[in-house]
């Protein structure tokens, strides 16, 4: 096979996994749940969606590239040991954001308003994102490994296409699928959902990182 051909097959190769993997819901379902419970808008959605995903494949290829330089045996396993702690992470960001919410959702009811002076020490919203993104970093795709093993035969600039299709491909679909999520979570509303949507939120991503730790058990 020719270089040229072989970085054809790859990059399409790198777009087809970046693409389906992302369909998993722990790549997009955490972000829009919290997206609705926050009540964000589809574009700052968006861009957590963005930040979470860029973390999410950065870390992928670095594993990647350290596995080309030392070895892709460590490495794969030390990303799949990654990938199996992330759904542990999920399931605890998810029990403590329900509790966060039921708490919140107590102290509405009690005072009969929103408490904004806690909201505004905890800023809620700024600790989700960073607690997502430091989530996503922590959930690579080992996959991507073997795609840089076999482009080793090629420049630095076709390898380096490689892995912009393959993270063009992983956030866009993220960004697409939680932006769709966004819109559809809109018909969810009223009082109630309005007081428990937090916990409502922490329920279903502790389902989805019980979803995740069983499939990599």
């Known amino acids: 096979m020719s270089t040229t051909s072989l970085f ?16 998993a819901p722990d790549h997009w379902v955490p972000i829009a749940a919290v997206a609705r419970a926050r009540n964000w808008s589809r574009g700052r959605a968006a861009r957590v969606a963005f930040i979470c ?20 045996q460590l490495f794969q396993s030390l990303g799949e040991r990654m990938v199996s702690v992330a759904g542990l992470l999920l399931i605890g960001f998810g029990v403590a954001y329900a509790i966060w919410g039921l708490r919140g959702a107590f102290v509405h009811r009690l005072h009969g308003h ?8 905890h800023d809620a919203s700024r600790a989700s994102t960073w607690s997502l993104f430091l989530i996503y970093c922590a959930d690579p795709c080992v ?5 840089l093993f ?6 630095a600039v076709e390898t380096l296409c ?11 679909a993220m960004v697409t699928l939680v932006a769709l999520a966004h819109s559809g979570a809109q018909l ?9 949507g937090d916990s409502v939120a922490g329920a279903l991503i502790v389902a989805t990182g019980l979803m995740v730790a069983i499939l990599d058990w």
């Open 114 to 121: 929103h408490h904004h002076h806690y909201d505004h020490v």
């Open 143 to 147: 996959a991507v490994i073997p795609i």
């Open 188 to 196: 969810f509303k009223g009082k109630w959902f309005e007081r428990y």
């Open 162 to 172: 490689v892995v912009v299709a393959y993270e063009v491909a992983t956030v866009g």
């Open 8 to 23: 054809v097959s790859l990059a399409v190769g790198a777009i087809t996994i970046g693409s389906l993997h992302s369909l």
């Open 150 to 155: 076999a482009a080793a035969p090629l420049s």
């Open 53 to 72: 995903g860029f973390g999410h494949v950065t870390v992928s290829v670095l594993l990647g590239l350290l596995a080309l330089m030392f070895g892709a």
